[in-house]
């Protein structure tokens, strides 16, 4: 009895022993990994991130990196707020809310200019004591036409943008090449990645038309004339040389194409207005053309 307890005891020593060595020539290796290994090399895999959930479900979903509809309507709803009291807030309203949330302290650089400013225009300014929805407001104005005393609702920049190979297989086109033995297929994706997209989409009634305002225009200016009733004014450069085109001719009936026009507005909603009829044409600033437009904004079309 007592050899057979001795023998239990001799196998645990050895088990216990056994595995201590184990776990020492593991802990040895994974140092001898870690020492080997770049600092700079970190992969999204290996990352991993512990922190506390935010009570606000919708800031929650920002750092979780998540999106859905609600997010995004609740998104914009954040930045139609912001842009807002951006707009309407005097000196004093943006001071209080900056002290209240930033807590930016009172430090000056070399030149005695406070970090923490409001960014209003100084005494000298002509804007000088106005906020910057009352600026913006007189820009716009500044901006419209006068042969009218219709209100401008919006202006929307036209910049061309190149589509990107990010884009490119929607668009891409094919063309036909023949060596001394086979006829083949060549995809031309450098050109057409180059190929430009106008935020201004217009539906025509005629689609194989090759005259389109949206390639010409630089702004598009919606003016309110009653109710859902609006005038759509295409600011197109002179250098285009449009006024040399005449009432009679085909290009003037292919610019004036126009069934729908849609555009989204710097909060993401797309807005739509059906064409009725051209109006005129007239010379601005000697810098564009204008061909006016009558137009009724349809109904919201969502983000």
Not at 109 to 122: I, L
Not at 174 to 192: G, P
Request: charged share 35%.
């Amino acid at each position: 009895m007592k050899k057979f307890f001795q023998k239990i005891l001799l196998w645990i020593y050895i088990k216990y022993h056994t595995i201590m060595v184990a776990i020492s020539i593991a802990l040895y290796n994974t140092e001898i990994e870690i020492l080997k290994a770049d600092p700079n090399n970190l992969q999204e895999r290996d990352k991993r991130v512990q922190r506390k959930l935010h009570r606000n479900p919708l800031l929650e979903k920002f750092y979780a990196g998540q999106s859905d509809e609600k997010y995004v309507q609740e998104y914009y709803e954040v930045l139609k707020k912001a842009d807002k009291f951006i707009q309407t807030a005097t000196p004093h309203h943006k001071a209080a809310t900056m002290d209240k949330y930033l807590r930016f302290d009172d430090a000056k650089d070399p030149y005695g200019k406070r970090y923490s400013n409001t960014a209003f225009f100084d005494e000298k300014h002509k804007h000088a004591g106005k906020t910057l929805g009352e600026v913006l407001e007189l820009e716009m104005k500044e901006r419209a036409t006068n042969d009218d005393d219709y209100e401008l609702l919006y202006i929307f920049n036209n910049q061309p943008i190149e589509i990107g190979l990010k884009n490119i297989m929607d668009v891409v086109e094919k063309t036909k090449k023949q060596d001394a033995e086979h006829e083949y297929e060549v995809v031309d994706m450098l050109r057409k990645s180059k190929s430009l997209e106008f935020p201004i989409k217009i539906e025509h009634n005629n689609n194989d038309i090759t005259n389109k305002i949206e390639q010409l225009t630089e702004f598009l200016h919606v003016k309110k004339i009653g109710f859902e009733h609006r005038q759509l004014e295409f600011f197109i450069p002179i250098k285009f040389k449009t006024s040399d085109v005449t009432d009679q001719s085909e290009i003037f009936n292919e610019l004036i194409d126009i069934k729908e026009v849609f555009i989204r507005d710097k909060y993401g909603k797309l807005i739509a207005f059906g064409v009725t009829k051209f109006i005129k044409r007239i010379i601005y600033n000697d810098t564009h053309e204008v061909w006016k437009f009558h137009g009724i904004e349809m109904k919201q079309m969502g983000i």
